[in-house]
């Protein structure tokens, strides 16, 4: 049964420019409505069209659990396209641990499996792309720092209990902070929660109690960075009154950025999570070594650099030009 | 086996051919599926083959036995909504028994005897109360959500990695048919006994005769709220054993897992030739019922349709196998 192994194996080597046989790729996300996961869509659709202009022959299939977030609707996604005997499948598991047995699986029976997004508790996948989401924090104290002069009183409104990625970006922010000993930590355990309406009266409850002192505010992702810059108009402190840090951008946010109450904002690169997903499983697929973990990169995006063309396509992905809707 | 009762002068034989095809329909609906799959020829090569119905039989244990339960209420002229709760409910206590260092054997049947309790439950309350049991499933559907929920603090509870339950869905040599995991061969066993008894014994005609009427079979001396209660206490052990084969496959307990299921389950019942009015439906027909769903995902899945298309598909499915068990039954009502 190893034989279709040993076929691509065998093809890899004897590929030159021109390749018999067609690599099938799975992309699977965690779910197909968000903007954000457009946006992995349309790179693996650029890695797509790259592979098949160089003349490696390669089709992606995207695919995403029937029910948007469930665990066992993605698991059967998985071991479907394994017996379909794609070539690779690239996923971005929807938890550390459900997903581990099936991708075993996969790998046994021949097909390479490579994580995006969201790491796996396993040692079988090939390599884990994803943003570095503690060096993106990291970036957005450092920031804060020089946005304050050095000095000053600062809020963390962190997002959720529990999600692993906020919490990466909310540590990277603090341990930056910390080396400045003027710098002033004068409340970072409130919680924004899931949405829009949590974090909007969370902003509220934390300006109530401290909106005389603020100088600083960060918000490790979209829902509270919204709602925050919100609860700041309200009470006249937008506008760079209150320098304002933000993570992940939606038209919102953008918004936000461009009328000047926010002041950076710290953004991923999802299109090149996508594009790279889909890459190095074709270069796995040609026989040549990949990295274990691969950093997408964050990047600050301010006022002054949003115009910018590639500042532009980060916080703007241009989507239409990859996906044909 | 659904069951066309003409007792008029039509001749036997026709009345015999009708209920072999009405047994029959499902198969044909499978036959139908796998010939549209294997248009494909792109396709064909990977979905014909052992490995892969090893996949979609592993994919079908919780719906089908779900199902077994579902067709003894459907059967009854009841329904149930509650499972997709239970499942998610009944997962999360096993895992936290497997945590807290429970003997496994004993998890298991902790496990399946609080499915057997919340259906007991549904039926006291069903039967005792005389309450529709759509109002008091959607209730039960609600609170045992919200209990499964409270049960695992809000988050995901991972069984420990060793533990044998998380053997019992594995997938082990995923290039070949054989073996298969321990769940398949409980769920085709159960559906072999569940038959027999839906067929064979007196507790199952009574399920038929309440459904077909419950007057009539209160005035033939059939205790219907008794009978009530154990349909719904029966099919809820097996909607705990599908919580444990969830468990099992997830190798974690997950509150907000199955949601929907209840819907998935009820369609393949429905899809097996039962009616919603109760009185006719079969174990067999609605474990086909189950593969079928099972077999157009894994298919269409396979070809790289969109998830849209498939849901449109399984949609359109259910509608057009009810339809055409309601034209065999205008048929045979004309006859």
Aim: one cysteine or more.
């Amino acid at each position: 049964m190893n034989s279709p192994l040993f076929g691509i194996a065998l093809s890899a080597l004897l590929a030159g420019v021109a390749f018999a046989k067609e690599y099938t790729i799975a992309v699977i996300p965690k779910g197909t409505t968000h903007e954000f996961w457009k946006s992995i869509h349309a790179g693996a659709a650029k890695a797509e069209q790259e592979l098949n202009s160089k003349g490696i022959k390669t089709k992606i299939f995207w695919k995403g659990p029937l029910r948007e977030d469930d665990r066992d609707q993605q698991i059967q996604v998985v071991e479907n396209f394994t017996s379909r005997k794609m070539s690779g499948i690239v996923l971005a598991p929807l938890d550390s641990r459900a997903l581990v047995q099936p991708v075993k699986s996969a790998v046994q029976a021949g097909v390479p499996v490579l994580v995006i997004d969201s790491d796996l508790n396993s040692d079988k996948h090939l390599s884990f792309i994803a943003t570095d989401n503690y060096k993106g924090g990291f970036m957005a104290g450092e920031q804060m720092v020089k946005l304050l002069g050095g000095k000053g009183n600062v809020i963390l409104l962190r997002y959720q209990v529990g999600s692993a990625s906020t919490e990466a970006r909310e540590n990277g922010f603090l341990d930056a902070i910390k080396k400045h000993p003027a710098i002033k930590l004068i409340s970072s355990d409130q919680y924004a929660g899931a949405t829009r309406e949590t974090g909007y009266q969370a902003s509220q409850n934390v300006l109530n109690r401290f909106g005389n002192q603020v100088d600083g505010i960060f918000c490790p992702c979209e829902p509270p960075t919204v709602a925050m810059a919100k609860a700041l108009r309200d009470i006249g402190k937008a506008g760079g009154k209150v320098k304002m840090i933000g993570f992940d951008s939606g038209s919102a946010s953008v918004l936000d950025l461009k009328n000047g109450d926010l002041q950076a904002l710290v953004v991923q690169d999802p299109v090149k999570m996508g594009y790279l997903g889909v890459m190095t499983m074709a270069e796995h697929l040609q026989g040549k070594k990949v990295e274990k973990r691969i950093d997408t990169g964050v990047v600050l995006v301010t006022r002054e650099n949003m115009e910018q063309p590639e500042m532009k396509e980060l916080i703007n992905p241009p989507l239409k030009k990859y996906l044909k809707e | 086996m659904s069951v066309v009762r003409n007792g008029t002068a039509g001749s036997e034989t026709t009345a015999r051919a009708r209920r072999f095809l009405n047994a029959a329909g499902p198969f044909l609906g499978l036959l139908l599926v796998l010939l549209l799959l294997s248009l494909n020829s792109e396709s064909r090569e990977f979905i014909f083959t052992g490995a892969n119905f090893k996949i979609v039989l592993i994919q079908t244990v919780i719906v089908g036995i779900g199902a077994l339960g579902m067709t003894l209420i459907i059967v009854s002229g009841g329904i149930d909504l509650s499972v997709g709760s239970v499942v998610a409910f009944t997962s999360v206590l096993g895992a936290r028994l497997l945590v807290a260092d429970v003997n496994p054997a004993l998890a298991v049947a902790g496990v399946i005897l609080a499915g057997g309790a919340i259906g007991l439950i549904n039926g006291a309350v069903i039967a005792g109360l005389r309450m529709m049991p759509f109002i008091v499933t959607l209730g039960m559907m609600g609170i045992i959500r919200g209990a499964a929920k409270w049960l695992s603090n809000k988050q995901t509870v991972s069984a420990p990695e060793n533990s044998p339950v998380n053997a019992i869905m594995a997938r082990l040599n995923p290039t070949e048919f054989l073996p298969l995991p321990a769940g398949v061969w409980i769920a085709v066993g159960l559906g072999i006994v569940m038959a027999f008894m839906m067929n064979r014994t007196v507790f199952g005609r009574h399920i038929f005769a309440i459904g077909s009427n419950e007057a009539t079979a209160r005035l033939c001396g059939i205790r219907v709220p008794l009978t009530k209660l154990w349909i719904y206490g029966l099919a809820g052990l097996f909607f705990g054993l599908s919580g444990l084969m969830q468990l099992s496959r997830l190798t974690q307990g997950d509150p907000s897992v199955a949601i929907g299921l209840e819907l998935d389950i009820i369609a393949a019942v429905v899809i097996g030739g039962a009616s919603l009015s109760g009185g006719t439906g079969s174990i067999l027909g609605a474990m086909i019922g189950a593969l079928i769903m099972a077999i157009l995902r894994n298919g269409t899945n396979q070809m790289g349709w969109e998830t849209y298309v498939q849901e449109i598909i399984i949609g359109g499915v259910i509608v057009l196998a009810v339809g055409l068990d309601k034209l065999r039954q205008s048929r045979s009502a004309r006859v």
